[in-house]
Nanobody
Framework: QVQLVESGGGLVQAGGSLRLSCAASGSVFSIIRWDWYRQAPGKQREFVAGITSGLRTNYADSVKGRFTISRDDAKNTVYLQMNSLKLEDSAVYYC?????????WGQGTQVTVSS
């Protein structure tokens, strides 16, 4: 079994920063890729950032230049550094890990950006 535990969410003022973490435990051997998604109330879940085993990254246009995804394979952990936060970044953020046997989702962590 694979379990993903997210942390780092919270309340932050516009222009501020947060760093989200997501750690995988259980039957984790080789993580093909990590991704972050977010979902705001009344909206569909949307892709935010992804990173491959070869450390290639991609970002949604809305966060490009402000967010940075990284991974620490020794800890089976992915991070999302969020800078210059905007009101529209408020959402529940979900991590996803893709393994050989399939994909798994974190429980979500709330990010609220206030003015």
């Amino acid at each position: 079994q694979v379990q993903l535990v997210e942390s780092g969410g919270g309340l932050v003022q516009a222009g501020g920063s947060l760093r989200l973490s997501c750690a995988a435990s259980g039957s984790v051997f080789s993580i093909i890729r990590w991704d972050w998604y977010r979902q705001a109330p009344g909206k569909q879940r949307e892709f935010v950032a992804g990173i491959t085993s070869g450390l290639r990254t991609n970002y949604a246009d809305s966060v490009k230049g402000r967010f940075t995804i990284s991974r620490d394979d020794a800890k089976n952990t992915v991070y999302l550094q969020m800078n210059s936060l905007k009101l529209e970044d408020s959402a529940v953020y979900y991590c996803k890990t893709t393994l050989l046997m399939g994909s798994y989702w974190g429980q979500g962590t709330q990010v609220t950006v206030s003015s």
